[in-house]
């Protein structure tokens, strides 16, 4: 087969390009419905960035170990600055403020910190000494690199961002052997402290999506009308769907944001549960594609670095679908590869092509059982 195939075409790791670019296919067939058939509204703007960053996951791949180490807090600590020109001179956008305007773009800094918190917490527990693992030096310059973030970006505010931050730094953390303890604590105080955030800590806004996943028909034509029509147009589209560009809940304007939150709502009415399964079974292929880097990884710091994008495209998906279908409250969180909007395609396509770094290193060196 090697004989056949060129080596350069047959070394790519087609177990994940192939599912990402039907995934990204079928994104744009539904964005294209979900404008009513309009190519340009949405679908050629999501093909477009996704072809721009593909070429950059690509050239990511020729990053050498060395430099990405090198580059780790540098990074990290640009995208913290970010976060507070964004508090300085941010643009306003759906009562938020969460945007860096650069002339030729538009940047949502938050998402940039998604893959920054992971790269940072890799470099640095790939540096702690393993009998220091155990202890205070392991926990609270970890637990300072994620609430700095966390902070800036609860501030804008956004809490599904902030949230997607926390959950990244927390699986480094776990995956780096923190004492199960410490975690088992963190959540008991996550509990005491849910109360306590919701009464004094969300905005008003954010308190009534939480009272909206626990009740959406109490309000279904306010608050709950997005979780409303989102499992109307899920649950009509049966098993097969009503067929391609013929949904009602779109095209009639009764499902918000079809595009880019709801667009899994959007797909469902038309594809029904086989086009869900599509879906799932895309993701299921990339997310065990990325796992099956991370096991292979012959250091810590390259396995900490791919096991956390992994976790953080999980996030994405995970949030989402729940989200949709009335089992998380609203937050804000976009369908990877499927969703309208540049912001979250540069995160998960940074995280794609730290993967396929990763991959590339595996490769290229010799195993080492290090970790």
């Not at 029904?272 to 990884?297: D, H, N, P, T, Y």
């Amino acid at each position: 087969m090697n004989r056949i195939v060129p080596a350069p075409i047959a070394r790519q790791p087609w177990a994940m390009l192939v599912p990402l670019l039907l995934l990204v296919a079928f994104g744009g067939a539904v964005l294209f419905s979900a404008a009513g058939g309009n190519f340009d509204a949405f679908a050629k703007g999501h093909l477009i960035r996704f072809s721009l960053f593909l070429l950059v996951a690509a050239i990511m791949v020729w990053f050498p170990r060395d430099l990405v180490k090198f580059m780790a807090y540098p990074v990290y600590g640009v995208v913290v600055l970010l976060l507070v020109a964004v508090e300085a001179v941010g643009a306003m956008g759906g009562g938020s403020q969460r945007w860096l305007e650069l002339g030729f773009m538009r940047i949502q800094p938050s998402e940039l910190m998604k893959p920054a918190i992971v790269l940072a917490l890799a470099h640095f527990y790939s540096t702690l000494p393993g009998g220091m693992v155990q202890t205070w030096r392991a926990l609270v310059p970890a637990g300072a690199l994620i609430a700095v973030p966390m902070a800036l970006v609860l501030l804008q505010p956004d809490l599904g961002t902030s949230l997607a931050i926390a959950f990244g730094g927390a699986v480094v953390m776990f995956l780096a052997g923190l004492p199960m303890r410490w975690f088992v604590g963190a959540g008991a105080a996550a509990a005491v402290a849910v109360p306590l955030l919701y009464f004094f800590g969300l905005k008003e806004y954010q308190q009534r999506r939480v009272t909206t996943f626990l009740d959406p028909e109490s309000d279904p034509l306010g608050s709950g009308y997005h979780i409303t029509q989102s499992k109307i147009a899920i649950g009509s589209g049966g098993v097969s769907g009503k067929g391609f560009n013929e949904g009602s809940q779109s095209h009639l304007n009764y499902l918000p944001e079809p595009h880019t939150d709801f667009v899994f709502a959007t797909m469902a009415e038309e594809w029904g549960f086989l086009g869900g399964l599509f879906v799932l079974f895309a993701f299921g292929m990339i997310l065990k594609w990325g796992l099956g880097v991370a096991r292979r990884s012959n250091d810590r710091f390259a396995k900490l670095l791919a096991a956390g994008m992994v976790a953080t495209i999980f996030f994405y998906v995970c949030i989402n679908l729940m989200m949709v279908m009335g089992l998380a409250p609203v937050v804000g969180i976009p369908l990877p590869f499927m969703s309208h909007g540049g912001s979250s395609m540069m995160t998960n396509m940074i995280c794609i092509g730290t993967l396929m770094m990763v991959n590339g290193w595996n490769r290229n060196q010799p195993k080492t059982g290090i970790y």
